[in-house]
């Protein structure tokens, strides 16, 4: 394997990979099956076993190719691919790595603005609440995406079925999940730099 | 009245209600009490371990830690999403004393590692017997048995059943006198995490599941998890328009085919609350000849459209 670019740490984000997850990227040895097993390998720009062999190649930019890819959000962590990986390499888990590093060094690729509004907006309505709150989180993703009209038509069919809940569940130790919050991004912070 | 945790889950408060319902109208017939876990909170769910691995972790590590207060061995958790994180979050802390201290750190609360979370199908084989003794109407349906991605994978964490074909639920509804067909779409993903910001992935994905199982002689899509059921149920329109097609194919709980062989109506049971209407069109034939179904094949062509 060729010396990857590095990053201005000195680090190569091959390294943080393996440091960060234990994945390791020269186990694989380019049989596809994942690409062939991923539900979603259609719609990605680079599949599974691509973005392997650019960790493995190391060519120019490919940090910039890996962490600005579609892929990486395209993927859902169904886990088709790690159970049938006959090297078990644990893509998934690789997969979380390269997302968080994408957002920490705004390499997010423009198509995923989206994806990665509903993950965001998801994870603001647990911090406040501690629970997730359903029409909080569709009207907040609306806003932040942008998509207003969207799911809306559904709406007056959900709240007569009963699925819609018009106030959020709080829970009391609201405290603790903003601790939970805080440290984590903090810490993951120190443990990447 | 045996005593166990019960983690229910965000979805199960709000848009699949219907599977809480169903779950506590059973219970007290299998002897079972449950114990809601004390003020507990979503487990993050894809959102959290897509963006942040220690919050992933940390948010199932408060959950288990106020399980362990209530003094029990196991935490029922139907929810098949929450059941994953939670079981990786147990694993993964198992496994490296490091994270386990770093995670106990965020969370500021003790962790023992001592409640071991329970998926719906692992608790129901647990109490088959009980539940064949109570069934009143055999439930007499041609149904798909869909296990989705949560429940089995990643096999190594997960340790439960075969993961590529799986007959723990299979198991479970044979008891109840249906037959479980068999069907290529058992594990495959429905699109989960997409259903609101690309629910056109959604509508692409869920399709072939449903295709497969109509095709397969299915009259219903049994599933254990929250997920799956609003993909493949609220989310039908899409399912539609990416198959071109009109599949009329309803999808129910486990927990709400088990009600209804022990007699409950639909409303106890939530099936009013699904978009698709649960019918089965089949229902008198079957009751009629429950074992010449495979002579037959046609009668699907009546859930499908050309399009």
Known sequence: MSVATKEESGKTILNDLYEATGVSVSRCYQCGKCTASCPLA??????????LRLFQLGLDDYEDTILGAYSIWVCLN??????????????????DFLRAESVRRKKVNPRAKDILSFYKTFLDSIHYTGRLYEVGLIAAYKARSFHLLQDVLMAPRLFFLGKLKLFPHLIRNRKSLSRIFKKSFSKRQEAVK | MTKIAYYPGCS???????????????????????VVVPDWNCCGASSAHMLNHDLAISLPARILSLAETLGVDEML???????????????????SPDLRARIT????????????????????????????????????????????C??????????????????????IMAALGAKAVDWAFKVECCGAGHSIARTDLVGKLSSKIVDNAVNSGAEA?????????????????????????????????????IGLAMGFGDRELGLNRHLVKVRFPKKPAAQVRPETITTAPAPQTEQTEEA
């Not at chain 2, 929450?82 to 147990?90: E, G, I, M, P």
């Open chain 2, 105 to 148: 750190d965020i969370t500021g609360m003790k962790y023992a590692g001592t409640v071991k979370p329970l998926n719906i199908l692992e608790f129901l084989e647990k109490y088959a017997d009980v539940i064949k003794e109570k069934i009143k109407t055999p439930f007499e349906h041609d149904v798909a048995c869909y296990y989705g």
């Open chain 2, 12 to 34: 199960l408060l709000g848009s699949s209600r219907e599977y809480d319902e169903s779950l506590r109208a059973i219970l007290p017939g299998l002897g079972v009490e449950p």
């Open chain 2, 150 to 171: 949560l429940l089995v994978r990643p096999p190594k964490v997960m340790k439960f059943d075969r993961c590529e074909d799986p007959q723990t639920m299979d198991a």
């Open chain 1, 78 to 95: 169904c886990e088709t691919c790690y159970a049938r990986c006959p090297q078990e390499v644990d893509i998934p888990r690789m997969m």
């Open chain 2, 77 to 95: 958790v139907p929810c098949a999403a929450c059941y994953n994180r939670l079981v990786v979050a147990r694993h993964d802390m198992a496994e």
């Open chain 2, 221 to 257: 899509i049994v599933v254990a998890c929250p997920l799956c059921h609003s993909n493949l149920d609220m989310r039908r329109n899409f399912i539609n328009r990416a198959a071109k097609k009109k599949y009329t194919i309803p999808v129910i709980y486990i927990t709400q085919a």
């Open chain 1, 42 to 51: 259609d719609e990605m720009d680079y599949t599974p076993s691509h973005i």
